[in-house]
């Protein structure tokens, strides 16, 4: 095994199940990224037994891990700024299920948003947020699973948080653009500095504040540069497209199949020096 492992997001296509895991085969991706969604609460989604051995079984046959899983919706709730008691009981359930939903799946890691709506302010937020990551981690850590947090805060500002969590079962999810598009911030500088504490890495790109709006390389988020601080801060692990291949700017280029083997392309040649 090499250094690293290639991957896509479940959200980047519209590929789901077994036509998800041949896709990125196709591709000589390793992994897949899948998100959990508030259908789980229908039984629907992944916590669905049948959509879950049909991902199980594909996994196997195309020899493409699941990676991991993120409650990627949970950012349109609230566990740190929640303006109601049921808000922050979905948010949560959404959390806790997708911790539940790793040993199903066999998943090592997941991801936690903590943005938009679920973003941290200093003070109470601040607490709650602590105590929530807390409980979500220490959870985790009993399962022997890792917790992942997407954050848009300053270096200083995740080394706090990662400080009053006091758990070494809770790491960083880096992206490489979501700060970039927000305030400007260079993130190949923001990975070096937070290298120690990085599990996981998203990879997209994009002109200016548009997210995933370009194929990797082609924004102006200096993926290149950040590519050069991931491979010389001695990062080892999941590198994870976050394209989104039905954005405006980059679905008239080709199919998603062309655009997800641009990328892929992207990565092993960058990565692979």
């Not at 997941?110 to 679920?118: D, F, S, T």
């Amino acid at each position: 095994m090499g250094r690293f492992r290639y991957g896509a997001c479940e959200w980047s296509v519209k590929a789901r199940g077994a036509a998800l895991c041949q896709l990125a085969a196709d591709e000589k991706l390793d992994c897949v990224q899948l998100g959990v969604g508030e259908e789980i609460f229908c039984g629907k989604g992944l916590a669905d037994p049948a959509v879950a051995e049909e991902y199980l079984e594909a996994s196997e046959k195309c020899g493409v891990e699941i990676d991991s899983l993120c409650p990627q919706f949970v950012d349109q709730y609230s566990f740190t700024m929640a303006k109601s008691g049921e808000e922050e009981q979905i948010a949560a359930a959404l959390c806790e299920r997708a911790i539940d939903l790793c040993q199903v799946f066999g998943c090592k890691s997941y991801l936690l948003p903590v943005l938009e709506k679920n973003g941290i302010e200093d003070g109470a937020p601040f607490h709650r947020a602590v105590e929530a990551i807390k409980r979500f981690g220490d959870k985790a850590a009993g399962r022997g699973i890792l917790t992942c947090l997407e954050l848009n805060r300053s270096v200083d500002q995740v080394r706090d948080l990662l400080d009053a969590v006091d758990n070494p079962m809770v790491k960083l999810f880096f992206d490489s653009q979501n700060l970039y598009a927000l305030d400007g911030t260079s993130m190949a500088r923001y990975f070096t500095a937070l290298a120690d504490v990085i599990a996981g890495v998203h990879l997209k790109d994009g002109v200016g504040t548009m997210l995933s709006g370009s194929l990797l390389g082609e924004g102006t988020s200096g993926f290149y540069r950040t590519a050069g601080a991931i491979l010389d801060n001695g990062y080892g692990g999941s590198l994870i497209i976050e394209s989104v291949y039905d954005k405006p700017t980059v679905c008239k280029l080709g199919s998603e199949r062309e655009l997800l083997a641009r990328d892929a392309a992207t990565l092993r040649r960058v990565f692979e020096k």
